[in-house]
């Protein structure tokens, strides 16, 4: 699992936690990130202070992150998923499979 697919997955952790407070639940969530993702956010920060880029909700959190990562994870599992390809079955099966 890459490195952004894994910060993307911790992400959510305070989802857990009954807190109500938006913006607490973005700092928090923030000292889970990891490699890619902690560049993410720091450039991010520093767009929210140039009044740039605003992200004051979860949900805003949430939507941001998955923009910036999503689409490339999913890029990188099927390139990964296509290099440990084997013919065990018929190109019916490969077809829906990809």
Request: hydrophobic content about 40%; proline content about 0%; aromatic content about 14%.
């Amino acid at each position: 699992m890459s490195a952004r697919v894994m910060a993307t997955h911790e992400t959510f952790k305070v989802e857990a936690i009954a807190l109500t407070d938006e913006a607490a639940k973005v700092r928090i969530e923030t000292f889970y990130l990891t490699d890619t993702t902690t560049l993410w956010w720091r450039q991010r920060f520093a767009d929210m202070e140039k009044d740039i880029c605003t992200i004051e909700t979860w949900e805003d959190f949430k939507r941001e992150i998955k923009r910036q990562f999503y689409l490339k994870d999913v890029a990188y599992l099927a390139r990964k998923n296509m290099r440990h390809l084997k013919h065990t079955s018929s190109i019916r099966l490969y077809v829906k499979e990809f």
